[in-house]
T-cell receptor, first 115, second 112 residues
């Protein structure tokens, strides 16, 4: 498998500011990472597929200008929530796709609270 | 599009009793199916997966699941629940393009 970390684990920001969340693959060079959003007592919703060296692929309904994804290296993908609003408060989880068929290994998640 | 249905958001089970979590899927392609477990404030950990071959799949922590194509199901079971099994469990199906669609999850509570 792959060991995936996220930073920060929790962040509180004020409405209108931007916040960056990092996802690191510690022991695997990942060409593909995924970003999910998890609402309270709800399932995970795929936001986007992050591809190293190219633009991310966003799911329908996800604002690409609001959720900026950068995958500049094989070990790091970042999600920036721009001009955050309280409705952006959520648990954001990233995952790394390894070589196995459809295998994904998940980070511990980042709890974002926008006040 | 692929989708997963998990009924019953909360499942209570007595310690030592059978754990049964139901998962039904919809897929337009031959499905790859997964069960993940999530402990509080943590990411998801893969319990087991079905890709091809044997339809009864064994995973970690004593869990197993059986793929039944005729019933479009992939139910998760464990013969004897432990206190440490208290967590949230998610069933997921792949769409053939490495993307996963998750069910809403089951919160398992183990009663001593």
């Amino acid at each position: 498998g792959a060991v995936v970390s996220q930073h920060p684990s929790r962040v509180i920001c004020k409405s209108g500011t931007s916040v960056k969340i990092e996802c690191r693959s510690l022991d695997f060079q990942a060409t593909t990472m995924f970003w999910y959003r998890q609402f309270p007592k709800k399932s995970l919703m795929l936001m986007a597929t992050s591809n190293e060296g190219s633009k991310a692929t966003y799911e329908q309904g996800v604002e690409k200008d609001k959720f900026l994804i950068n995958h500049a290296s094989l070990t790091l993908s970042t999600l920036t929530v721009t001009s955050a609003h309280p409705e952006d408060s959520s648990f954001y989880i990233c995952s790394v796709q390894t070589g196995g068929p459809y295998e994904q290994y998940f980070g511990p998640g980042t709890r974002l609270t926008v006040t | 599009a692929q989708s997963v249905t998990q009924l019953g958001s909360h499942v209570s089970v007595s310690e030592g009793a059978l754990v049964l979590l139901r998962c039904n899927y919809s897929s337009s392609v031959p499905p790859y199916l997964f069960w993940y477990v999530q402990y509080p404030n943590q990411g998801l950990q893969l319990l087991l997966k079905y890709t091809t071959g044997a339809t009864l799949v064994k995973g970690i922590n004593g869990f197993e699941a059986e793929f039944k194509k005729s019933e479009t199901s992939f139910h998760l079971t464990k013969p004897s629940a432990h206190m440490s099994d208290a967590a949230e469990y998610f069933c997921a199906v792949s769409d053939g393009n490495n993307r996963l669609a998750f069910g809403k999850g089951n919160q398992v509570v183990v009663i001593p």
